[in-house]
Structures are given as structure tokens and as C-alpha cells.
């Protein structure tokens, strides 16, 4: 019987592509799908002729892997993961290994590696980006989850993932439990964030300086080729270079109503948990919820007049400082994301390596961009960077972009269109660089109303101290604030 060197679960489009990269890298994969029709359609078209083996069973498909058995689970995230585990896990013996390649929220992970380590398996839970075309052609890879696993699964991942132009593999081993789908989530909350940046500057461009699809798409081809090089500026200067047959602007007839599947919320709410400022990630979310409610908005529009003015100035001038301010608030974003995972690491007793993030995410995934190279620059000088704003390269880029930053966020709200991530990035990097901010008034209303305490700039932090305000409340407080 033909020994499989790996078993895929699941053939829809992410599946069926991984099944054919693996293959294309020397692999013997075994390919099974719970609807066994769709095992029988792909062997016979897509899989013909090559060096792939079908199951009709779990315990089929078992029988056919090289052991320690690797069976990687490319299903819907949720119940359909944890009720394959249950299937699957009476069959493996000790040793072998699951892969949930899902976007699966990361406390999901956590809890099932706890379960499958505890019947003497391996557990890897890993984020797969880049789409259809990375599944096949290569991924970004971020597996994490039992370390014992990963030298058995290394030589496939590293293999099918995408490579950077030094040749360096998109994918290395990120941590314990559930690090692996944290850092995807993160990856995915940037991704929100990426692509809402652009569509404000879309926006600004469009309404506020009247110009024209075929010009913006010349604006986003530049950008492309200067310290915005990205897949998300490549593929939005090609959508607004794109007509249909009848001649038609597509971008124009689609509807301003913006799906999400839930991991830009998974990581705003994990920064809530953490505490964690992610101000931009947030925006970019509730920026999809806002243009959810498209009946309310066009009731609105008819309802409420907006004071605003119309642009003055020089057109191209204000393009280029929308150039600086996008690239200043990319920056934030990445400098945000990196203080939850760092946050999260230290809650979870995870060893993340940030540079290594980085260069995971140069290749193959959906926010991969030059600008990533920086930041992996970044934590090789110094591993122990507490924020990116600190590192001199991203330090000197975002103060030489302000003043064109806050001219755009100045114009904007003159104009009326709002640019929620590109103000929230500003108002971050003012809070940030800020010495002293209002929370002492703040501190006082607290206790105030609430006696809960604050501390005192003239004494040693960790002291609490309460005032009677009003001369009616007495001596006892609350508990200590969460800092």
C-alpha cells in the first residue's frame, strides 16, 4: 500500500491547493474530504497523474500515512475542527501529529493542544496566508503549538512556503499552544488595517480631489515602486486600472458594503484583553461595521448637511503628502501590532522571535511588502526593542512624514471624509511621544465618584492615595486600578 508522507483534510479551495503544492515539492499526500464525492472529483481532474493518494474513510487515511502519522486539517474553524479531533485521535498512537491550518481563534488552539498532548499526541496550529494563488504557488506559514512537532513537519512547510528574494523560507516555528494562530490573527488585524489605510486615501482622492480611476491607478503604480511596494498597493492600483468587457470601471458598480470574517475583531478584542492601545485595528474594523449600514447612511446623506469645503491647493502636492501619511500610519499599524504580540508572548509564556515574524511575513501572505524587511532589521539590532517608533530608521521616517501627515488630516476633516485609521494613527503617535497625558484628571474623576485610588508623581509608584473630595465620603477606598 502507498505510504503518504503527509494526509490533507479537506478539499475545498485551500485544501485542494496545498494537496497540489506539496505534491509539486516531492511529497506523497494523501487527500481526504468527509463528502467523498469531491476525493473521487479531485482525483479524477486536478490530482490526475500525479503523486497523490485518495482516502474514502478516516481510518482508511490513517492507514496510508508514513509514521509519526502528520494529518493536517484544512476545515471550517469551530466545532467542525474539534469534532475531527474526537474522530481522529482514537486512531493515532503516540506521537502522532494534527494540524489545524484553519484560521482558528487562538484560545481554540490553546485548549486543543492541552488535549491532544494529554493523549500523547502532537498538536501544531498554524496560520496559512496568501490566498488561493499562495496555497498552490506558496504561503505564508506560522505554525505553532507541541515544539516536538515541528521537526517533523519542517521539511514539508518549509518547502511549500513562499521564499523571500534572498531565498529565506516564509514560515519558521513561532511558539508554544497557541502562538501560531495568535500571530495569524494579529497578521489578519493588520491586514484590516492595511487595507482600510488605502481605501481612505482612495477616498480622499476620489472626493476630495475629483480625480479619476485612471489617475489614482497611475498614483498607486508610483507608490509601488517607492517604500510602499506591497501586494495590497499592486493589487489596488490594478483595480482601478480594471474595466469589464463593455468598457465598464468595475470598481465603480461595486457596492460600499464591506464583508469580514471575524479575526480583525478576534484582534481588536484581543488587544482589549491585553490592554493594549491597537487604536488603528479597531478603526479599521469599525470602519467594515459602518459601511454595513448602508440603508441608514443613505437616509443620512439626505438627512444631514455637512459643513465642509472643497480642496484648494495643490492637487499633486497633497498627493504626495498622502504618500508620507499613509506610509507614517503603516508604521503605527505595525508598531501596534507588534506591542499585542509582545504583550501576548509574556501572558502566555510564549518566546516569539519578532524579526522572525517579520520575514515570515515578506513573502506568500497578504500584507507582504518591502517595508517588512525594515522591521526585521529592527529586532536583529535589537532584539529587545520595546516599540518600533524607537528604532532610529522607523523613528526618522515617521517624524520626517509629519507634516505632510497632519496636512492630510487637517484637509480630510475640512473636506468631510473621514479617515478614521489615518487620525487614529496620528492621535496614537501623539499619545505616544507625549510626556504627560490627561489620565491624572482622569485618575481624580475615578476616584472621585468611585474612590478608586491614584498615585502621585511626588511619591514612589505603587503607592495609592484617596481623597475625600466632597468632605462627605470617609477613608476607605477601592481596590487598585489595573495598570
Known sequence: MPQADIAV??????GENLVLNMESKGFT?????????????????????????????VEEMISKLKRPRKVMVMVKAGAPVDAFIDQVLPLLEDGDIIIDGGNSHFPDTIRRTQKVEAAGKLYIGTGVSGGEEGALRGPSIMPGGSPAAWEHVKPIFQAICAKTDQGEPCC????????????????????????????????????????SNAEMHEVFKAWND????????????????????????????????????????????????????????????????????????????KAIRGDVATFEGDKAKFVDD?????????IVSY???????????????????????????????????????????????????PNLLLDPFFKDAVENAQGAWRRVITAAVNMGVPVPTLSSALSFFDGFRSER???????????????????????????FFHTNWTGRGGDTSASTYVV
Not at 481588536?268 to 467594515?288: H, N, Q, S
Not at 501590532?337 to 519578532?354: D, F, I, V
Open 172 to 211: 519558521e516555528w513561532v511558539g508554544e499552544n497557541g502562538a501560531g494562530h495568535f500571530v495569524k490573527m494579529v497578521h489578519n488585524g493588520i491586514e484590516y488595517g492595511d487595507m482600510q489605510m488605502i481605501c481612505e486615501t482612495y477616498h480622499l482622492m476620489k472626493e476630495g480631489l475629483g480625480m
Open 322 to 330: 498622502l504618500r508620507q501619511a499613509l506610509y507614517a500610519s503603516k
Open 226 to 301: 517607492g517604500e510602499l511596494c506591497s501586494y495590497l498597493v499592486e493589487i489596488t492600483r490594478d483595480i482601478l486600472g480594471y474595466k469589464d468587457e463593455d468598457g465598464n470601471e468595475v470598481v465603480d458598480l461595486i457596492l460600499d458594503t464591506a464583508g469580514q470574517k471575524g479575526t480583525g475583531k478576534w484582534t481588536a478584542i484581543a488587544a482589549l484583553d491585553e490592554g493594549m492601545p491597537l487604536t488603528l485595528i479597531g478603526e479599521a474594523v469599525f470602519a467594515r461595521c459602518l459601511s454595513a449600514i448602508k440603508d441608514e447612511r443613505v437616509t443620512a446623506s
Open 9 to 14: 483534510v479537506g478539499l475545498a479551495v485551500m
Open 335 to 385: 508598531a501596534q501590532g507588534y506591542q499585542l504580540m509582545e504583550s501576548a508572548a509574556k501572558n502566555y509564556g510564549w518566546n516569539l522571535n519578532r524579526g522572525g515574524i517579520a520575514l515570515m511575513w515578506r513573502g506568500g501572505c497578504i500584507i507582504r511588502s518591502v517595508f517588512l524587511g525594515k522591521i526585521k532589521e529592527a529586532f536583529d539590532n535589537d532584539p529587545s526593542l
Open 437 to 463: 497625558l490627561p489620565a491624572n484628571l482622569l485618575q481624580a474623576q475615578r476616584d472621585y465618584f468611585g474612590a478608586h485610588t491614584y498615585e502621585r508623581v511626588d511619591k514612589p509608584r505603587g503607592e
Open 29 to 57: 499526500v494523501c487527500a481526504f474530504n468527509r463528502t467523498t464525492s469531491k476525493v473521487d472529483d479531485f482525483l479524477a481532474n486536478r490530482a490526475k497523474g500525479k503523486n497523490i493518494i485518495g482516502a474514502w474513510s
